[in-house]
């Protein structure tokens, strides 16, 4: 890389308004960055704190709580019910919304625009009119409310966000690639698992990992279709008023540490692709 | 160039036949209100190089996509090898296609993609077909690459060879050059004619581009609004064409209208054009009284300059100013306005360097009665002509 004298920049120092304005934005930008991350650097310290009866005030560094995660009672038990429910929903979720996407997509049929618009109203309805809305419904059909409703509606609300992540994918794919997998032989069954899923795989694990993150931290519609059944969202909205355990900072800073985890490992996965794919 | 040798004869050798025939009868094809197909029948013998050729939107590629089963169509039936395929789909009919967007896996190496067909029917050997196929288009090497490392002509020649291994009765390839520049789409004209020499397979070629179809097709259809305008060798459509569309797309044409008026003795017919008496072969006329358009290529006609004379078995036309003269190397191209006639190209090959006679200058046209040919009066003469804004 060869640098045109002509048009390098100047050494001469700038006008001090020019100086000013450079700064404020990489400013701003620090200090959004800072009001996004306190909170998150508040849970993970006091993961650390030598908590009494109440975890707001600093009492001294301990690893107590880390060694035993699940101390406090119900911290771990309505962490698994959360990871239950979170796990099913996505798997549920996302094979009804990537049908649903490649549906919507590839065939016309009568209401298929009023099919497109009514995906949208889960996302767009407000968390409370949908809770107690379902809540409505799960009480006039006489359903006990626990595990299988929250299942329910998360799923519910997942499937939106599966199929408007997945419909972006499945658009994007030639349908000249699904024929030309038929036209070599392939019956429909072995042109989904062979073309079409491999080539939507992408598209559906981010559709995943949406709907879990979606399904993990629920709160207000878990909260009217659960009955009893306790989520961890819900443990630690209950246990605010007693205050908040510092096992439940643990799970939180774990949990934090793994989203962190997979984004940076896959970051890293689709850059070595990409290295060895121009290397060759 | 050896290895492609050896590849192809492998293929050859391995072929208990060398593809079958297709017989299309009476198919048509709807889309709500538009037919697409209407009422198409065709034969196309085994082992032909057969071109589908027609401006976009004249059906060829839903017939194609029939023959693949890609589309059912809405009446008639279609037979590879005399066996009735119709309603049957894509994967069970013994036809390959090369798609238009070649269509190539992209999450598969150019090995896997060449293998796929051969894998999904459960065919032997499939290590050896596939490099057997890889080298009949000279791509062996890349063969752990992916499609998306490949320029277009390699993945041209990709798509080309993952349809070849599986030795189909029937090669379909749907525009397989349209999205190749002209030097390659030349080059690969040729490749394409070679392999389907070697191989001996059927191969249908659907194109709009009359010169691709008239380089490589042994047959030429040509399709309009969803029919077969005429069927012929390449040299056949050119030198007698029997409607104005295929007088027009296939090549230029000079067409000017004439009232026949009668037949003489030698087998001619005679036609009143504009006052001038013009001799046309009766076998060359698709009728043989009324009104028709009288036809001659632009090469075929010589500009008479001030004295000089046509021959006895000369038509002859003029005078009229020439209006254009552009050079192209090979020949001249001129435009002459006729009065009350309207403008004739004349394709001149310039045998004697440069061009004879500059624009404005008054000439006659004479060329030999043998070559001209008489259409329907009832065709529109400017049908099938380029038109810009159709151009895919």
Redesign the interface.
Known sequence: MSVDLRTAPSREPRPARRRLGDAIVPTFAALGFLFLLVPVAYTVVFSFNDAGKTNLVWRGFTLDNWRNPCGAPQVCEAFGHSLQVGLLSTVIATALGTLLAIGLVRFQFRGRSAANLLIFLPMSTPEVVLGAALLAQFLSVRVPLGFNTVVASHVLFCVSFVVVTAKARVSSL?P??E??????????L??FW??TF??LLPGIAAAALLAFSLSFDDFIVTNFTSGAYQTFPKFVYISATRGIPPQANVISSFMFVLALAIVVIVQLLGHARSTR?RA? | MTSTADGATALVEDATDTGAALEIRRVSKVFGDFVAVDDLSLTVPSGSFFALLGPSGCGKTTTLRMVAGLEQPTSGTIAIGGRDLTGTRAHQRPVNTVFQSYALFPHLSVGENVAFGLRRQGKSEIARRVAEGLDLVELAHLADRRPAQLSGGQQQRVALARALVNRPSVLLLDEPLGALDLKLRRQMQLELKRIQTEVGLTFIHVTHDQEEAMTMADTVAVMNHGRIEQMGTPAELYELPRTAFVANFLGQSNLVPGTVVERTRTGLLAVDVAGTRILVPEGRSVRSSGDVLVGVRPEKLRLLVGEQEPSSTENLLGPGTVTDVSFTGVSTQYQVEVPGLGTFGVFAQNLLGGSMVEPGAQVRLAWSADFTFALDGADAPDEGTLDLDDEP
């Open positions: 030639d000249a690639i024929e030309a997998a038929a036209d070599l032989y392939a019956s429909p072995q042109a062979r073309v491999p080539l794919l060759r």
